[in-house]
């Protein structure tokens, strides 16, 4: 205001009350694929309450779900450019950054969800995590599964030859084009948020996806067949930058840790739980579920692993040894 002009602009014009300075709040946005009515989805909304409560005036985190905000690759780009945000999408993004993550979550690795888990504490994936913290990605978790991810089609699949010439949708990500592609689907790349109307419009054949995702998102409405290939682990990845992590308080640091992982924890206990339950309810709609010939998509999937030129020579060894370990416990 003009008052300042002749005072050198030091002191703000207050009309003699003096001004309580409200902290400043920071506001990080989280986004996500998920809908509202999917597990990940519920979670983090939890997960952001119970932080936003402990952290009170000073952090917020604004939970953005089914893509109203950027999300896959759009939404790492953020993480990266040092954004207020998190974000929360396949491991598959990550490996945009670090190729090794894509070996991690490679096709048909694991027999269980704990085998995964207990991967995500390993020294082997705690070094890419060290890796992308010099990208600029501070890894929060590795842990927010949604369900192994099956065929979800028209036709029934029993063989990598019941998929051919079938467009399957699949996330805009290398790993996920040539895993479909040696499963003997012709992979195509769409958002989530475009695969229903994508059937509709016969752009796509059908899709791959968990039982999470299908009664969660009402997929299942445009397509009935369930064919349990279980080739790809659905599960997100938690990221934030690495700026913006340094710049948190330590209570902030803390608060954020413990919350995503108990919320971790927690979803994973209703994802076991909601899977059977979904499995029930799909039935009750309509939708088939098939067993197919594992030993056929599991050879079909063998080469896939060279296939990766931006990995680190013998990872796929190194994870193989790990599992191995894993397995003895
Ligand atoms: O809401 C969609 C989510 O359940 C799965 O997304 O891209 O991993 O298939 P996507």
């Keep these: 205001s003009i008052f300042l002009v002749g005072c050198g ?15 400043q709040k920071k506001v ?80 048909m690795l694991y027999n269980n969800f704990d085998e995964y888990l207990a991967m995500t504490k390993s020294d082997l994936v705690k070094n890419l995590n060290a890796e992308a913290e010099k990208k600029g990605i501070k890894v929060l978790s590795l842990d927010y599964l949604f369900g192994f991810r099956s065929m979800l089609t028209e ?31 012709n992979p195509t790349p769409l958002p989530f948020t475009e695969v229903y109307s994508g059937i509709q419009q016969k752009v796509v054949d059908g899709l791959e996806g968990s039982l999470m995702t299908i009664y969660g998102t009402k997929i299942y409405e445009v397509r009935k067949q369930v064919s349990l290939t279980n080739h790809l682990l659905g599960v997100s990845a938690v990221t934030i930058s690495n700026k913006v992590w340094n710049e948190l308080t330590d209570e902030q640091r803390k608060v954020i840790e413990e919350e995503i992982y108990n919320g971790s924890v927690y979803n994973t206990d209703e994802t ?33 692993f060279n296939q990766f030129p931006k990995w680190t020579p013998g990872i796929y060894n190194q994870i193989m040894d790990e599992l191995n370990k894993i397995r003895n416990k």
């Design 28 to 107: 990080i946005k989280m986004s996500m694929k998920f809908v509202e009515d999917e597990q990940t989805a519920k979670t983090f909304h939890q997960v952001a309450n119970k932080i936003n409560d402990r952290l009170k005036d000073n952090l917020e985190i604004q939970v953005f779900t089914g893509g109203q905000l950027p999300i896959g690759k759009d939404s790492m780009e953020q993480v990266v450019g040092g954004a207020n945000w998190i974000s929360v999408d396949g491991i598959n993004f990550l490996g945009d950054y670090v190729p090794d993550y894509n070996a991690v979550v490679g096709p």
């Design 9 to 23: 602009g030091e002191k703000e014009k207050t009309d003699g009350v003096q001004q309580a300075k409200a902290p």
């Design 272 to 304: 076991v739980k909601l899977e059977k339950e979904y499995q029930t309810k799909l039935e009750e709609l309509g939708v088939k579920f098939n067993e197919v010939d594992a030993v056929a998509f599991n050879k079909a999937i063998e080469n896939v």
């Design 155 to 185: 036709k029934e699949v029993k063989t990598p030859e019941d998929l051919k010439g079938l467009k399957i949708r699949v996330p805009n990500s290398q790993l996920y084009m040539l895993t479909l592609e040696a499963m003997g689907a």
